[in-house]
């Protein structure tokens, strides 16, 4: 199993991002696929989460109406389109097969958003 993120950077207040993740070893498009966050000091939590074909959503409060989640079952891929940044989603940022929780022990690298101005 593997994750690839990417995407992530230096952002001031206010902007975008568009965060990927390339998935292998497992079936990706019978996943639910989640993105999670860890930010300094903090424990890891789940930011949105996708169902495999539908494609229903779910978000953290915190970033409702701010992030999208979305995949690509063609490609093995999920995406997290992220606007109106704040200071309190600068976080590493993971992908992860599960809905509830996660279904496997190896996590990716995981990609920096850093929102500062």
């Known amino acids: 199993v593997q994750f690839v993120e990417s995407g992530g950077g230096l952002v001031r207040p206010g902007g975008s991002l568009r965060l990927t993740c390339v998935a292998s070893?497992?079936?990706?498009?019978?996943?639910?696929m989640s993105w999670y966050r860890q930010a300094p000091g903090k424990e890891r939590e789940r930011v949105a989460r996708?169902?495999?074909?539908?494609?229903?959503?779910q978000y953290l409060d915190a970033v409702e109406g701010r992030f999208i989640i979305s995949r690509d079952n063609s490609k093995d891929a999920l995406y997290l389109d992220m606007s109106d940044l704040k200071p309190e989603d600068t976080a590493v940022y993971y992908c992860?097969?599960?809905?509830?929780?996660?279904?496997?022990?190896?996590w990716g690298q995981g990609t920096q958003v850093t929102v500062s101005s």
């Open positions: 992860m097969a599960g809905g509830a929780s996660p279904l496997f022990d190896t």
């Open positions: 070893g497992f079936t990706f498009s019978t996943k639910h």
């Open positions: 996708i169902t495999p074909t539908i494609g229903k959503t």
